[in-house]
């Protein structure tokens, strides 16, 4: 395969490990934790891994390892340093015994379904050291949670003689992890099941996960080509530019790009839920910021949308609520497409239906019938950035008639999500991954399973980050899934008394009025350290 510039220098770059994994590791243990929520009912649904303690590693004695092969998953959609996390863990088994295998399944976690792999050679490793993607094996959506799937699993992984099996998602995958390490450790199938926590959504994180991976270097990618577009907006002077950025549920994508480039809009998900706004509500926050610009002569601005907005909008997450009840009962379940979308709106009630019929048909359709595997709403695929903008066009001109106006109101949209989930990682995401991957090692080395690895103190030096392990359990709480409560691990959305948030809230009148626009350019991967080893803005914020 013919390849760039960039990947032959950047295969020579070694990430770097926390000092506790340099050498031979012990395991320091915590006291017995707790889930973050609903207690008794997650203790009773997992009895096997349940209460476990928190692990910290530090410097241990050498010790001799049995040859063991270890399996490895990449589940849900892609991030930035996937192919560093295989390339430490691959390191690091083969550390404990080079006769040590490493097996990828194919496609995601289908592919252990259907004893679909193949073994990561050290010569394909080599191949995909510090890149981008998760095309080594590829990735997939397949949620595991029948245990048919869990024994057509055991099957294969048997056969392989894999002892441990390591799951690369996020929360929903890392919530199918725990399912399967409980379900191998009833059965005493001898099994381990480790997670690793991946999304570019940066909502997988806790007291105990500081990032997922990904994050840094999607909001990077994304911050150069805002920059790009406010340096393009800000020379012709013209156009506002409407830009939706992926994240799913979570606005953390939005606010850190929003801190990285200064746009003059920038709008929260939560923040939208908290004050119970409405979709007129927002427009109007949006039209007002445009007509003051336009009132100074400046028809030209930025506004950043997170993905996931329109579900935050009370009116419409209530809407959801009942739509995913309706279509999860079995007479919904057995209908066509066209015949669900009758079947709707003949039992919502009435309120939800108002709001149903008020949103363009494109809208609700989507809103109404595509759910991915997990049951979410495929925010992805709903054009929240045109539906604001045409009605702040409608309400600009109502203003206009009304002489509260004066100004052009030209538009461009974009949709920034795929262009950042499979970047060259960033040094920041490279070393990180690398070292989750090389820790997952140490954590089945030492008999663990229902943990995720994780790395901590990550604002810090590398060779001060720490490495351990959190019991997945400890995460969960119950929620309501596809009509049924189910045990899942918490999402973390944007928290409006969080430094990044506050922060962000403190500067956003004067980044409105003013064109205070920041141009973070490329991500680099060589020169000055502060130019290319800087963790993103929101864990600068966090951890001040
Ligand atoms: P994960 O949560 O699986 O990491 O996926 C994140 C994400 O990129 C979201 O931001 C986005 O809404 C979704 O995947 C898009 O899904 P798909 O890749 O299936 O189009």
Known sequence: MEKSALQIARAAYKPKLPKALLGPVAAREGKPTQSVGDQDEIKKLFPNTYGMPVIEFEAGEPQTYAPFNVGIILSGGQAPGGHNVISGLFDGVKSLNPANKLYGFILGPGGLVDHNYMEITPELMDEYRNTGGFDIIGSGRTKLEEEDQF????????????KALVIIGGDDSNT??????????????GVQVIGCPKTIDGDLKNEQIETSFGFDTACKTYSELIGNIQRDCNSARKYWHFIKLMGRSASHIALECALQCQPNICLVSEEVEAKAMSLDDVV????????????????????????????????????????????????????????????????????????????????????????????????????????????????????????????????????????????????????????LGYNASRLIANGKTGYMSVIKNTTAPATDWVAGGVPITMMMNMEKRNGKMKPVIRKALVELDGAPFKYFASKRAEWAKQTAYVYPGPIQYWGPSEVCDQTTKTLQLEHK
Request: with cysteine.
């Open 151 to 162: 024994e057509k699993g055991i099957q294969i992984l048997r056969q392989l003689g894999i």
């Open 176 to 189: 199918n992890a725990c399912v399967l390490a409980e379900y191998y450790a009833a059965k005493k199938y």
């Open 284 to 435: 109007t926050y949006i039209a007002q910021a445009v007509a003051n610009r336009a009132a100074e002569g400046n028809n030209y601005g930025t506004v950043l949308i997170p993905e996931g907005l329109i579900e935050f909008v009370p009116a419409i997450k209530k809407l959801i609520a009942e739509l995913n009840d309706i279509l999860a009962t079995p007479e919904a379940q057995n209908l066509g497409r066209s015949e669900q979308i009758d079947f709707v709106k003949a039992h919502l009630a009435k309120d939800n239906l108002a709001v149903f019929n008020s949103l363009p048909t494109s809208v609700a359709r989507q809103l109404a019938l595509d759910r991915d595997p997990h049951g979410n709403v495929q925010v992805s695929l709903i054009e929240t950035e045109k539906l604001l903008s045409q009605m702040v066009a409608a309400k600009l001109d109502q203003w206009k008639k009304e002489g509260k106006y004066v100004g052009k109101f030209g538009t461009q949209h974009h949709f920034f999500g795929y262009e950042g989930r499979c970047a060259a990682p960033s040094n920041y995401d490279a070393d990180y991954c690398y070292s």
